[in-house]
């Protein structure tokens, strides 16, 4: 019988495979951010989202070149729901994975992904850090490519449009679950 594990058991088996403090805190943010937009959107499955967003990135730090691939394997030896799997591996659609973020939760996933990535960054450029940023502040950094040029606009514009919201609402409501 496939399994589902809490938030918190999925941080231990995430520190099975990363030890960078980066990647660790950027898990811990992806299941804060998918756990906040899951109060709205999914409220009996919190911990669910928060779950995925643990793991999205088990594989990254070991295997950055077959990232999503090694994921999909891990998880399946570790006897993961299936849901959880495809969750987990869609967040890398179009770049290291073909399977395409079906489920609003997914493509949650797919779109705060990167754009956490590009938040922390500008939360770490200000004194107040994420305290009084705002969406118009952040698309200021949005548009200046050279700034976290590792975060890829393309799919945070691609997850967006996904999820039906203006790039003004999605980096509002990611920059509040990011506060909460």
Avoid at 12 to 17: A, G
Avoid at 133 to 141: C, E, F, P, T, V
Wanted: aromatic residues 8%.
């Amino acid at each position: 019988m496939s399994r589902i594990p809490t938030p918190e058991e999925a941080f231990e088996i995430i520190k099975q495979y990363n030890t960078e403090p980066f990647h660790l805190e950027h898990a811990q943010i992806v299941s804060r951010v998918m756990g906040e937009f899951a109060k709205e959107y999914d409220p009996e499955r919190v911990d669910f989202w928060r779950t995925v967003g643990m793991l999205h990135d088990i594989d990254f730090e070991r295997w950055p070149e077959q990232h999503c691939v090694k994921a999909d394997e891990l998880l399946r030896e570790l006897n993961m729901d299936e849901a959880l799997i495809h969750a987990v591996v869609s967040h890398g659609w179009g770049i290291c994975s073909q399977v395409e973020p079906t489920l609003y939760m997914e493509k949650v996933l797919y779109a705060t992904d990167e754009l956490t990535g590009l938040i922390g960054a500008a939360a770490r450029m200000r004194p107040t850090g994420l305290e009084g940023m705002d969406a118009k502040s952040l698309n200021k950094k949005f548009k200046d490519k050279k700034f976290a040029a590792g975060c890829s606009r393309d799919v945070i514009r691609k997850g967006a449009e996904m999820l039906g919201m203006e790039l003004s609402e999605l980096f509002e409501r990611t920059i509040a679950a990011m506060q909460a």
